[in-house]
């Protein structure tokens, strides 16, 4: 089983959509968590960090569940750029990152 | 932009060869990771320098090792090159000696091993 285990995608979606990516984790002890943006031939970026509260930013939601180790990020009102790779990102002791789930939101 | 720098940006490579990248950190970050990212796959710890030693390590061989410096840059080093180990090559930086903290990535320097 993969440390981080992110939904396979792709997900091609219209503008304005809301789109869900769905993520869980095998390590426990994990005490950190993040989502990342990738974009194409591009380094990964910080998207936002994800609290045990969940937290809001902007058009992004992200939600934590430690008791079920799932991590969602919600996207609502999908533009043209958030076409990327969203990357599930775990800390314990080092970082982990999920395969990614790519995103095209279309016209 | 992160302020995290790394060189070459592209490289080619024989198999059984050897090759050195670089990364500088963001100013004031006394951490640096390394990570490789095969295509279409997420990145992968290879291992992590704090204050100019190893902290931490990923699943990798031997032949991949590293450096920190006093100004906190690194630098990777591959020996025997293998095929596989094409890839991109990441190099994030943090403030602090957690290696759960938010990473702050470089460009990357892409890696063609023939």
């Known amino acids: 089983r993969k440390e981080v285990e992110q939904d396979p995608g792709p997900f091609n979606v219209p503008e304005g959509a809301t789109v869900a990516f769905n993520c869980t984790y095998s390590n426990s002890a994990s005490q950190s968590f993040f989502w990342y943006r990738q974009d194409c031939r591009k380094e990964p970026k910080l998207l936002m960090s994800?609290?045990?509260s969940g937290n809001e930013d902007g058009r992004f939601t992200a939600q934590l569940n430690r008791a079920s180790q799932y991590i969602s990020l919600l996207i609502r009102d999908s533009k043209l750029s958030d076409s990327a790779t969203y990357l599930c990102?775990?800390?314990?002791?080092?970082?982990?990152f999920g395969a990614g789930t790519r995103l095209t939101v279309k016209p | 932009e992160t302020g995290v720098t790394q060189s070459p940006t592209h490289l080619i490579k024989t198999r059984g060869q050897q090759v050195t990248l670089r990364c500088s950190s963001q100013s004031g970050h006394n951490t640096v990771s390394w990570y490789q990212q095969a295509l279409g796959q997420g990145p992968q710890f290879i291992f992590q320098y704090y204050r100019e030693e190893e902290n931490g390590r990923g699943n990798f061989p031997p032949r991949f090792s590293g450096l920190q410096f006093p100004n906190y840059s690194s630098e990777l080093n591959v020996n025997a090159l293998e095929l596989d180990d094409s890839a991109l090559y990441l190099c994030?930086?943090?403030?602090?000696?957690?290696?759960?903290?938010?990473?702050?990535f470089g460009p990357g320097t892409r890696l063609l091993v023939l």
């Open positions: 990102v775990v800390g314990h002791n080092d970082m982990r």
């Open positions: 994800v609290y045990s």
């Open positions: 994030a930086s943090t403030p602090g000696g957690g290696g759960e903290e938010t990473q702050y």
